[in-house]
Protein backbone atom coordinates (compact mmCIF):
# COMPACT_ATOMS: atom_id res chain seq x y z
CA UNK A 1 0.00 0.00 0.00
CA UNK A 2 1.56 3.22 -1.36
CA UNK A 3 -0.47 6.07 0.00
CA UNK A 4 1.31 9.08 -1.46
CA UNK A 5 1.04 6.78 -5.30
CA UNK A 6 -2.99 6.70 -4.45
CA UNK A 7 -2.88 10.36 -3.89
CA UNK A 8 -1.50 11.38 -6.36
CA UNK A 9 -3.61 9.05 -8.71
CA UNK A 10 -6.95 9.81 -6.99
CA UNK A 11 -5.55 13.63 -7.50
CA UNK A 12 -4.94 13.04 -11.22
CA UNK A 13 -8.36 11.46 -11.86
CA UNK A 14 -10.26 14.80 -10.23
CA UNK A 15 -8.19 16.38 -12.26
CA UNK A 16 -9.21 14.63 -15.47
CA UNK A 17 -12.83 14.94 -14.38
CA UNK A 18 -13.39 18.31 -13.79
CA UNK A 19 -11.24 18.85 -17.04
CA UNK A 20 -14.36 17.59 -18.97
CA UNK A 21 -17.22 19.72 -17.28
CA UNK A 22 -15.02 22.65 -16.62
CA UNK A 23 -14.56 22.85 -12.90
CA UNK A 24 -11.76 23.38 -10.94
CA UNK A 25 -9.99 20.48 -8.67
CA UNK A 26 -9.75 23.23 -5.96
CA UNK A 27 -13.39 22.99 -5.41
CA UNK A 28 -13.08 19.42 -4.97
CA UNK A 29 -12.26 18.06 -1.07
CA UNK A 30 -10.97 15.02 -1.25
CA UNK A 31 -12.01 13.21 2.95
CA UNK A 32 -9.92 10.19 3.89
CA UNK A 33 -12.23 7.28 5.22
CA UNK A 34 -9.83 5.66 7.82
CA UNK A 35 -12.73 3.43 9.61
CA UNK A 36 -10.99 0.36 7.97
CA UNK A 37 -7.27 1.19 8.78
CA UNK A 38 -4.84 1.66 11.79
CA UNK A 39 -3.25 4.46 12.97
CA UNK A 40 -0.23 4.45 11.24
CA UNK A 41 -2.09 4.22 7.81
CA UNK A 42 -3.93 7.78 8.92
CA UNK A 43 -0.16 9.50 9.79
CA UNK A 44 0.88 7.78 6.43
CA UNK A 45 -2.30 9.89 4.63
CA UNK A 46 -1.19 13.05 6.74
CA UNK A 47 2.34 12.46 6.15
CA UNK A 48 1.45 12.80 2.04
CA UNK A 49 -0.83 15.79 2.22
CA UNK A 50 -4.21 14.67 2.95
CA UNK A 51 -5.84 17.03 5.33
CA UNK A 52 -9.69 16.11 5.74
CA UNK A 53 -10.44 12.56 7.28
CA UNK A 54 -13.69 10.57 8.22
CA UNK A 55 -14.83 7.96 10.48
CA UNK A 56 -18.23 6.12 11.00
CA UNK A 57 -18.38 5.36 14.29
CA UNK A 58 -18.70 7.42 17.05
CA UNK A 59 -16.24 6.09 19.75
CA UNK A 60 -13.61 5.93 16.49
CA UNK A 61 -14.10 9.38 15.41
CA UNK A 62 -13.62 10.51 18.61
CA UNK A 63 -10.27 8.72 19.74
CA UNK A 64 -8.47 9.93 16.43
CA UNK A 65 -10.63 13.45 16.01
CA UNK A 66 -8.36 13.85 19.42
CA UNK A 67 -5.38 11.99 18.51
CA UNK A 68 -4.99 14.23 15.22
CA UNK A 69 -6.92 17.13 16.35
CA UNK A 70 -5.05 19.80 13.86
CA UNK A 71 -6.92 18.45 11.16
CA UNK A 72 -10.66 18.32 9.57
CA UNK A 73 -12.96 15.81 11.12
CA UNK A 74 -15.77 14.31 8.94
CA UNK A 75 -18.67 12.40 10.85
CA UNK A 76 -20.04 10.08 8.30
CA UNK A 77 -22.52 7.00 8.74
CA UNK A 78 -26.01 6.91 10.71
CA UNK A 79 -25.77 8.53 14.52
CA UNK A 80 -28.15 7.01 17.20
CA UNK A 81 -29.66 9.58 19.50
CA UNK A 82 -28.03 8.22 22.43
CA UNK A 83 -24.79 9.08 21.24
CA UNK A 84 -25.02 12.85 20.12
CA UNK A 85 -24.33 14.23 23.48
CA UNK A 86 -21.03 12.04 23.64
CA UNK A 87 -19.56 13.34 20.09
CA UNK A 88 -21.44 16.14 18.66
CA UNK A 89 -18.83 18.81 19.85
CA UNK A 90 -16.11 17.69 18.88
CA UNK A 91 -17.47 17.43 15.08
CA UNK A 92 -16.25 19.24 12.45
CA UNK A 93 -18.97 18.07 9.29
CA UNK A 94 -21.86 15.66 10.27
CA UNK A 95 -22.83 13.62 6.72
CA UNK A 96 -25.96 12.01 8.03
CA UNK A 97 -28.66 13.80 9.40
CA UNK A 98 -31.52 11.95 8.36
CA UNK A 99 -34.18 12.44 11.13
CA UNK A 100 -36.14 15.07 12.95
CA UNK A 101 -35.52 13.44 16.36
CA UNK A 102 -31.17 13.56 16.07
CA UNK A 103 -32.35 17.40 14.90
CA UNK A 104 -33.94 17.73 18.13
CA UNK A 105 -31.15 15.93 20.04
CA UNK A 106 -28.16 17.65 18.58
CA UNK A 107 -30.40 21.23 19.16
CA UNK A 108 -30.44 20.44 22.64
CA UNK A 109 -26.66 18.91 23.48
CA UNK A 110 -24.41 21.46 20.72
CA UNK A 111 -22.74 24.18 22.27
CA UNK A 112 -22.39 25.76 18.86
CA UNK A 113 -23.92 25.35 15.24
CA UNK A 114 -22.96 21.83 13.84
CA UNK A 115 -22.25 22.04 9.73
CA UNK A 116 -24.59 19.24 8.46
CA UNK A 117 -25.21 17.45 5.08
CA UNK A 118 -28.95 16.34 5.00
CA UNK A 119 -28.55 12.25 4.17
CA UNK A 120 -30.55 11.56 1.02
CA UNK A 121 -31.17 7.95 0.07
CA UNK A 122 -31.39 9.24 -3.83
CA UNK A 123 -31.57 4.78 -4.84
CA UNK A 124 -34.35 4.28 -2.65
CA UNK A 125 -32.53 0.86 -1.57
CA UNK A 126 -34.14 -0.47 2.03
CA UNK A 127 -30.77 -1.23 3.27
CA UNK A 128 -29.37 2.47 3.07
CA UNK A 129 -30.25 5.27 5.36
CA UNK A 130 -31.50 8.76 4.78
CA UNK A 131 -34.65 10.35 3.40
CA UNK A 132 -36.23 9.71 0.48
CA UNK A 133 -35.93 12.45 -2.22
CA UNK A 134 -39.67 13.60 -1.99
CA UNK A 135 -38.99 14.10 1.90
CA UNK A 136 -36.17 15.89 1.67
CA UNK A 137 -37.61 19.53 1.03
CA UNK A 138 -40.72 19.02 3.92
CA UNK A 139 -37.28 17.81 6.20
CA UNK A 140 -34.97 20.91 5.90
CA UNK A 141 -37.51 23.45 5.16
CA UNK A 142 -38.50 22.02 9.18
CA UNK A 143 -35.56 22.57 10.51
CA UNK A 144 -35.69 26.02 11.39
CA UNK A 145 -36.86 25.82 14.34
CA UNK A 146 -33.12 24.39 14.91
CA UNK A 147 -30.68 27.17 16.01
CA UNK A 148 -27.82 24.24 15.91
CA UNK A 149 -28.72 22.90 12.74
CA UNK A 150 -26.45 24.63 9.24
CA UNK A 151 -27.02 22.69 6.48
CA UNK A 152 -24.13 22.86 4.40
CA UNK A 153 -25.21 20.55 1.82
CA UNK A 154 -26.78 16.98 1.00
CA UNK A 155 -25.44 13.42 1.00
CA UNK A 156 -25.43 10.36 -0.47
CA UNK A 157 -24.28 6.82 -0.93
CA UNK A 158 -24.98 5.31 -4.43
CA UNK A 159 -25.99 1.54 -4.90
CA UNK A 160 -23.21 -1.08 -4.85
CA UNK A 161 -23.67 -1.34 -8.62
CA UNK A 162 -21.09 -1.33 -11.83
CA UNK A 163 -23.77 0.78 -13.98
CA UNK A 164 -22.27 3.68 -15.00
CA UNK A 165 -25.92 5.42 -16.00
CA UNK A 166 -27.23 4.26 -12.66
CA UNK A 167 -24.51 5.72 -10.32
CA UNK A 168 -24.54 8.78 -12.50
CA UNK A 169 -28.34 9.00 -12.36
CA UNK A 170 -28.27 8.81 -8.82
CA UNK A 171 -25.82 12.01 -8.67
CA UNK A 172 -27.66 14.05 -10.85
CA UNK A 173 -30.71 13.62 -9.13
CA UNK A 174 -28.72 14.64 -5.27
CA UNK A 175 -27.51 17.67 -7.36
CA UNK A 176 -31.24 18.25 -8.37
CA UNK A 177 -32.54 18.18 -5.18
CA UNK A 178 -29.63 20.60 -3.73
CA UNK A 179 -30.70 23.19 -6.17
CA UNK A 180 -33.90 23.15 -5.04
CA UNK A 181 -32.92 23.25 -1.73
CA UNK A 182 -30.80 25.97 -2.15
CA UNK A 183 -33.50 28.05 -4.39
CA UNK A 184 -35.54 28.19 -1.03
CA UNK A 185 -32.64 30.85 0.30
CA UNK A 186 -33.07 29.61 3.63
CA UNK A 187 -30.10 30.96 6.12
CA UNK A 188 -30.51 28.11 8.02
CA UNK A 189 -29.71 25.98 4.91
CA UNK A 190 -27.28 27.28 2.58
CA UNK A 191 -26.77 23.89 1.00
CA UNK A 192 -23.61 25.12 -1.55
CA UNK A 193 -21.94 21.11 -1.24
CA UNK A 194 -22.98 17.48 -2.44
CA UNK A 195 -21.20 15.29 -0.47
CA UNK A 196 -20.95 12.02 -3.11
CA UNK A 197 -18.64 9.29 -4.31
CA UNK A 198 -16.09 6.87 -2.72
CA UNK A 199 -13.79 4.91 -4.14
CA UNK A 200 -15.63 3.16 -6.64
CA UNK A 201 -17.99 5.85 -8.09
CA UNK A 202 -15.82 9.43 -7.13
CA UNK A 203 -15.02 10.52 -11.11
CA UNK A 204 -18.52 10.41 -11.85
CA UNK A 205 -19.76 12.47 -8.95
CA UNK A 206 -17.45 15.21 -9.58
CA UNK A 207 -18.33 14.95 -12.99
CA UNK A 208 -21.94 15.32 -11.82
CA UNK A 209 -21.14 18.13 -9.38
CA UNK A 210 -19.20 16.68 -5.84
CA UNK A 211 -17.66 18.81 -3.77
CA UNK A 212 -16.49 16.68 -1.36
CA UNK A 213 -15.65 12.77 -2.01
CA UNK A 214 -15.42 10.66 1.01
CA UNK A 215 -12.44 7.74 -0.11
CA UNK A 216 -11.53 5.28 2.33
CA UNK A 217 -10.33 2.12 0.11
CA UNK A 218 -8.57 3.40 -2.62
CA UNK A 219 -6.77 5.95 -0.83
CA UNK A 220 -5.33 4.19 2.22
CA UNK A 221 -6.27 0.94 1.98
CA UNK A 222 -8.70 -1.74 3.71
CA UNK A 223 -6.85 -3.88 6.48
CA UNK A 224 -9.70 -5.81 7.67
CA UNK A 225 -9.93 -7.87 4.17
C1 LIG B 1 -16.91 3.45 4.21
C2 LIG B 1 -17.55 4.64 3.65
C3 LIG B 1 -16.96 5.35 2.58
C4 LIG B 1 -15.69 4.90 1.88
O1 LIG B 1 -15.86 3.72 1.16
P1 LIG B 1 -14.76 3.17 0.14
O2 LIG B 1 -15.54 2.38 -0.83
O3 LIG B 1 -13.80 2.35 0.93
O4 LIG B 1 -14.09 4.33 -0.51
C5 LIG B 1 -17.61 6.49 2.14
N1 LIG B 1 -18.76 6.93 2.70
C6 LIG B 1 -19.35 6.30 3.72
C7 LIG B 1 -20.60 6.83 4.29
C8 LIG B 1 -18.76 5.13 4.22
O5 LIG B 1 -19.37 4.49 5.24
Not at 113 to 129: A, I, L, T
Not at 138 to 150: P, V
Not at 183 to 195: G, I, K, T
Not at 212 to 221: A, D, K, M, N, P
Request: proline share 2%; with cysteine.
Amino acid sequence: MDIRENFDNIKREISEACGKVDRSPEDIKVIAVTKYVTDARVEQAIEVGVDAFAENRPQNYLERKQKYSDKEWHLIGSLQTRKVRDVINHVDYFHALDRESLAKEIEKRAEDRVNCFVQVNVSGEESKHGLTSHETIEFIKGLGKYSKINVIGLMTMAPFVEDEDVLRNCFKKLRQLRDEVKELNLDYAPCEYLSMGMSNDYKIAIEEGATHVRIGTSLVGNELK
